[in-house]
């Protein structure tokens, strides 16, 4: 019997669950089935996001929320406890890298050992560089970057989150200019910044906290100014995780439109104010509901939240951890770090680094800095992503970018929607691409549960081609 073959590529949290989920389908009969995991870097599992080797990296979520396995929540501090004093955790926020060694640890028992159910996983350390789809349209060949071919029957793209897009568009020599950083993941991306060089960044989300603290962390004595639209922070998590009553299926169940759930949304925020709760507590009750009450606006509705609320809502919901808010006030409170409000509109090379041109309403701001770094967030806009496989596939039309710049068009398994709105049978998605579907598609919590359901999905094609009985996850 002729084994059937997956390629996920892309192998950071999203693409290495995957398998690992893959791995532990169960089912009567066994699968016949091999998994590529196609990952250049130098180890799969941590991916971009739980790579960098600076423990001062908090994760943002509390470890009792950051098991891989929905179906057992202490699995990430069960591995914590039995890993023991290696792992360098803020209470209970652990570093980022030791989340990548977690995760690194559960693909590798896939990779190295065959599973139960008969599926086969093996790593491919190179990068996919084009996905070529048969003429039938039920399988597509993988071709990696050393020419390797991967004849594949299904395809998932786990390819997560890109950097930034540049903050200004119109001349563009700055981005060649030795002091402008433009991606603040890149590995020693803040290596060439001496202790009293002055820093500008753009943003002041989670990935400025984190290139503070790294700066922090390095030494660095000189002035930081902080440039965003919205000049906010983001919130620090509480300190106990308690919880609040969600109202979800009392109250927002089927409202069409942002203002009706809003205006719920502040009613239980006064009503846990007169009972003395935390706000938090409120927008966390939301969690588990979000990609229902996304997916129930229409398209002008979804626009209108992005346009007006997305901000607000990224700062309230996007939080650090209390270690990290703390250290941030500390460097507001000093002067160390300035901050203002505005727009960039120009950069340029200046005498002793770059100068911004700085818009807030009717006001122009003309600032200097040696480095300027762009801590924007991840673009997740497929319409702009240069990477040569999106780009390949996007011209093929095999991937199409949703109309709010979100991520990728795809059904509700995540199975690729083509130019003409067929639903592709060989190609997937799965992770931050998700977005046009269920909008909160970033966190681990969301993202391990999409491993499963696509996971068992996958299993059930490979058993209807063979008349074996449904899958379910063990
Ligand atoms: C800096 C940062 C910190 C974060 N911190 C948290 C946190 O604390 N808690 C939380 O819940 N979420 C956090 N997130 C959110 C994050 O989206 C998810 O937790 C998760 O890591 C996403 O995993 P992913 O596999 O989808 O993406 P990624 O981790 O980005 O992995 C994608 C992988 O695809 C590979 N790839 C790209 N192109 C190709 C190609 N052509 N061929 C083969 N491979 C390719 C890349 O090398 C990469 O390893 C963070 C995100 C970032 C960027």
């Not at 929320?65 to 290696?86: K, V, Y």
């Not at 190295?112 to 996983?121: D, T, V």
């Not at 702009?384 to 949703?402: F, K, M, N, S, T």
Request: net charge positive.
């Amino acid at each position: 019997m002729q084994r059937k073959t997956i390629t996920i590529i892309g192998g950071g949290f999203s693409g290495s669950t995957l398998a690992v989920q893959l791995a532990r389908l169960a089912g009567d009969q066994p699968f016949a089935c091999d998994v590529h995991l196609v990952e250049p870097r130098p180890v799969p599992g941590p991916g971009l996001a739980y790579t960098a080797r600076r423990p001062e990296y908090l994760l943002n979520v509390r470890a009792q929320f950051l098991s891989a396995f929905p179906d057992q929540p202490d699995h990430f501090r069960n591995w914590l406890r039995i890993t023991g004093p290696a792992e360098t955790c803020e209470e209970e926020f652990c570093s980022r890298q030791s989340y990548g060694r977690y995760l690194q640890q559960l693909v590798g028992q896939v990779l190295e050992w065959p599973s139960l159910n008969g599926i086969r996983c093996r790593w491919h350390n190179q990068a996919a560089q084009s996905v070529t789809v048969a003429p039938d349209g039920n399988s597509a060949v993988v071709q990696l970057q050393n020419d390797q071919l991967i004849q594949s029957d299904f395809v998932v793209l786990t390819l997560g989150n890109f950097a930034p897009s540049p903050p200004v568009t119109t001349d563009l020599a700055y981005l060649l200019h030795p002091t402008y950083h433009a991606n603040p993941w890149a590995r020693g991306a803040l290596r060439t910044i001496a202790p009293d060089d002055t820093v500008l960044l753009i943003g002041t989300g989670l990935t400025a906290v984190d290139v503070l603290l790294g700066l922090r962390a390095d030494g660095h004595q000189g002035q930081i100014t902080a440039v965003s639209g919205h000049g906010r922070w983001p919130a620090a998590h509480q300190p106990s995780p308690a919880t609040y009553p969600s109202f979800y299926a009392t109250e927002l169940t089927g409202l069409t439109t942002v203002a009706q759930v809003l205006g719920a949304v502040r009613r239980h925020l006064r009503a846990s104010q007169a009972q003395g709760l935390d706000w938090r507590l409120v927008i966390d009750s939301l969690r588990p509901d979000l990609g229902r009450i996304w997916a129930a606006w229409p398209l002008e509705e979804q626009a209108r939240f992005l346009r007006h609320l997305a901000g607000r809502w990224s700062v309230v919901r996007h939080r650090s951890p209390p270690r990290n808010a703390a250290l941030l006030q500390e460097m507001l409170a000093s002067g160390r770090v300035l901050q203002h409000r505005g727009r960039v509109q120009d950069i340029r090379p200046a005498a002793d680094g770059l100068a911004l041109t700085i818009r807030h309403g009717q006001q122009t701001q003309y600032l200097t800095a040696r480095h300027v770094i762009n801590c924007t967030g991840p673009l997740l806009d497929y319409r702009r992503i240069r990477e040569p496989l999106v780009v390949q596939l996007r011209e093929a039309g095999h991937l199409v970018p949703d109309p709010l710049g979100l991520g990728i068009r795809t059904d509700e398994h995540g199975a690729m929607r083509a130019a003409n709105g067929q639903v592709s049978p060989v190609l997937f998605t799965l992770g931050p691409s998700r977005r046009p579907q269920n909008f909160e598609s970033t966190a681990v919590p969301e993202l391990r549960t999409q491993a499963v359901s696509l996971a068992q999905e996958l299993g059930r094609r490979l058993q209807q081609d063979r008349n074996y009985p449904m899958p379910s996850s063990s």
